[in-house]
């Protein structure tokens, strides 16, 4: 019997706002990498997205949908490479992911991780829809929804599908064991053995759907990082930063600031940072949180304890990981910098939740 797994968030969004949601650098800065060791300059890729190769190196900027589908026309167009999409979606890693990669990392399962990335397509800046699916003794991730431009529908379903394997193996810690690979394209320009030894098994084209085959017991495997009360904390952050970018046309500025830090606190923990990332001066954005009665700082403050303690709460997480997710070059810096917040140490506040002393545990 064929069954899908169902999730609770509603991303759906006009294509024409989705277009204008905004995304990191990061993808764009692989493609500018792997075509600059073609010997392609990141000017000619990024010719006409209104990115220059100065905001590359800054982690702090935030660009669109319609950005990024630019640079992509641009690399299809200049690199001669057909496994390009295989190529981007391999270097795509669940730790690149913010708040979410780090959820995905600490769901229960394998099954439960990727439902959470179907309920949030959006934080995780994603072009589709995608659905978990049980088949009797297989299970699958269909890739579906696709409604951007069509001339990158192979490229970008081929970063896709790349990203799920490189991620599943960040999860599981070992090769995910896929059994087949279907796509609803024509057959591909990259050949099959590169699809081989890429993923491990038979690919097939013309299929009714995109999706990835596996073992339905793998479903239940646990992740390496796994941490159920964590993953359970982390859920209504993620659903409204989920509602946040469904609803980014329409926020306030205190909302836009809360979600950029939770994204990526220590790239945006400095209000030049923010304000660049939304396109105003640093008074400006100043005098607007002072509008809607919010405090820069405060919000700093508050998004950095929040998932300090989070992360805390994984033991499998050492105490220096925590400080560096966080921007802070060493453990006493962050130690110091928790402290003056939270009123305790972090090893103490680690300490306290695993012997279950603390209250409400």
């Known amino acids: 019997m064929e069954h899908a797994m169902n999730g609770s968030m509603d991303s759906t ?24 060791e ?4 990141a000017e000619a890729v990024l010719r ?17 949908y319609a950005q990024e589908l630019a640079v992509l026309e641009n690399a299809r167009r200049l690199s001669r490479d057909p496994a390009l999409g295989l190529k981007i979606g391999q270097a795509i890693h669940v730790s690149i992911g913010g708040v979410r990669g780090y ?11 990727w439902q959470f990335a179907c309920d949030h397509p959006l934080t995780g800046e994603s072009y589709f829809r995608m659905r978990v699916e049980e088949h009797g003794d297989l299970a699958s991730i269909v890739v579906d929804g696709y409604r951007f431009n069509e001339n990158l529908r192979q490229l970008n379903t081929e970063i896709c599908v790349a990203a799920i394997r490189t991620e599943s193996e960040d999860m599981l810690g070992y090769p995910a064991p896929f059994t087949k690979i279907e796509f609803s394209l024509p057959k591909s320009k ?3 053995r590169t699809f081989k030894k890429m993923f491990g098994c038979p690919v097939e084209f013309n299929a009714p759907h995109t999706r990835i085959i596996f073992p339905a017991w793998l ?9 159920r009360a964590v993953f359970r904390q982390l859920l209504p952050r993620c659903n409204q930063l989920e509602w946040q ?52 700082n405060a919000l700093v403050k508050s998004v950095m304890i929040d998932l300090a303690k989070n992360f805390l709460q994984n033991p499998a997480i050492a105490l220096f990981d925590v400080a560096e997710k966080l921007g802070y070059f060493d453990v006493a810096t962050f130690s110091r910098a928790f402290a003056r917040i939270s009123g305790e140490k972090p090893g103490a506040y680690r300490k ?4 279950g002393q603390r209250e409400g545990l």
């Not at 190769?53 to 669109?64: H, K, M």
């Not at 959820?103 to 991780?113: I, K, R, S, V």
């Not at 306290?352 to 012997?355: A, K, N, R, T």
Request: glycine share 4%; hydrophobic share 45%; with cysteine.
């Open 190 to 192: 990259v050949p099959k």
């Open 352 to 355: 306290m939740l695993l012997s």
């Open 48 to 64: 006409g997205a209104d990115i220059s190769v100065q905001q590359l190196e800054n982690d702090e900027v935030s660009i669109t």
């Open 103 to 113: 959820a995905m990392q600490c769901a229960p399962t394998f099954g439960e991780a």
């Open 13 to 36: 969004l006009d294509p024409v706002d989705e277009i204008q949601t905004p995304v990191s650098l990061h993808t764009v800065s692989i493609v500018v990498d792997l075509l600059g």
């Open 38 to 41: 073609a010997g392609i300059a």
């Open 245 to 296: 970018l469904a609803n980014h046309t329409k926020q306030s500025i205190t909302a836009r600031v809360t979600q950029l830090l939770y994204r990526s606190w220590a790239r945006y923990r400095s209000l030049n940072a923010v304000a660049d990332a939304l396109g105003m001066n640093a008074r400006t954005l100043q005098r607007r949180l002072e509008i809607e009665g919010a405090n820069f």
């Open 219 to 227: 479903l239940m495997s646990k992740l390496r990082f796994s941490n």
